[in-house]
């Protein structure tokens, strides 16, 4: 620490707060400890009173707490991610769109094991929003060894990127509703709106509607033109209980499903179906996504429009933290809903 005039002290490191008080209105830090000092505050500094202020000398190889944030960030971000401004030391990392929030926990924990750095996140594969706040860095002293920060970006060139948000592609959906009472008219379809509503949201469209009664052949058939028609993704709604009426598993199977994942560890959700035909996936939806404002439909879907390949042992992973509460006043994502599993 040493003393230095105002008008030489550009670029140096403040070492303490300085104080502005406004007589009978605030007293507060007009410039607190750790700010590196810009020309625009030389007037802002005399105006206070100070002609000559203490700050820090970084010796050769050191690093502000400010550099040392934005180069942490800048290392570890890739695509639709947003940084911002070095506040008090802290660069927060925010969703410039929306999409699906993909980390590397692998790189997260190499980095907040080395020390003198943290790189706090929100869970990866959970949705989000533009302008969401994902994560926020910075080094825990006011100065560290900048090799410190040169082995943040060494992990994070082998991890690259620690973290990303990978935006939702716009697919075609094909939805097929199942059961013969819906079929004949004898009560009105409460999964359509549903299902249009939350592909809405996640930027996707169900381009056409097919009815079809508890009969397999006919399933098939509206399955197989779906997909003769460009679906991108086909939802078939209802029939997935073990009830001996309900036979979309065995239409779907019939259809050409292949690498079948019946059944999941998630409530609401537990009779979910996932499976591929042609490349194409397609879900088997039960009852509960219609009733419930959140299932396994908002755990699974997010994903595979981020491009993700959900496999079985993403499905069984989904068990630690797959009951929802059903919470009055939902919060999800903002809850634990479906985060145990999100490690895989």
């Not at 980390?103 to 190499?110: Q, S």
């Not at 620690?162 to 999964?191: H, K, M, N």
Request: contains cysteine.
């Amino acid at each position: 620490m040493k003393v230095v005039p105002v008008r030489d002290a550009v670029g140096m490191v403040l070492c303490h707060d300085i104080t502005r008080i406004v007589p009978g209105e605030s007293k507060g830090p007009a410039f607190r400890k750790g700010h590196v000092i810009r020309d625009e505050d030389l007037p802002v500094l005399r105006d206070l009173g100070k002609e000559n202020i203490f700050v820090f000398e970084l010796d050769p190889g050191w690093i502000h707490e400010n550099e040392a944030a934005r180069r942490i960030a800048r290392a570890a971000v890739g695509q639709g991610i947003h940084r911002g401004e070095p506040v008090e030391g802290k660069v927060d990392l925010v969703a410039s769109g929306p999409g699906l929030l993909k980390i590397d926990l692998e790189g997260l924990k190499r980095i907040n094991s080395l020390g003198d750095v943290i790189l706090a996140t929100l869970h990866t594969h959970q949705p989000v929003t533009e302008g969401c706040k994902l994560a926020g860095t910075r080094i825990i002293p006011l100065v560290t060894e900048e090799s410190r920060v040169e082995e943040v970006e060494g992990i994070c060139r082998d991890h690259d990127p620690v973290l990303q948000v990978l935006p939702f592609a716009a697919y075609r959906v094909g939805l097929v509703t199942t059961g013969t009472e819906v079929y004949s008219g004898r009560i009105r379809d409460g999964f359509g709106p549903v299902i249009r509503r939350k592909f809405a949201e996640l930027g996707s469209a169900v381009f056409r509607q097919e009815f079809v009664s508890d009969d397999v052949e006919m399933t098939v058939k509206a399955i197989r033109g779906l997909l003769d028609d460009g679906a991108q993704m086909i939802t078939v709604t209802g029939g997935m209980s073990v009830d001996p009426d309900d036979r979309t598993p065995a239409s779907i199977r019939a259809a050409g499903g292949r690498e079948m994942v019946y059944g999941a560890p998630v409530l609401p959700g537990a009779m979910f179906l996932l499976a591929a035909i042609d490349g194409v996936p397609v879900l088997g939806l039960p009852g509960c996504v219609m009733y419930h404002r959140r299932s396994i439909f908002d755990l699974v879907v997010p994903r595979i429009l981020a491009g993700e390949t959900v496999t079985r042992e993403d499905i069984a992973a989904l068990g630690h933290g797959g009951l929802c509460r059903v919470c009055t006043d939902c919060r999800y994502p903002a809850c634990g809903f479906g985060k145990g599993g999100m490690a895989v």
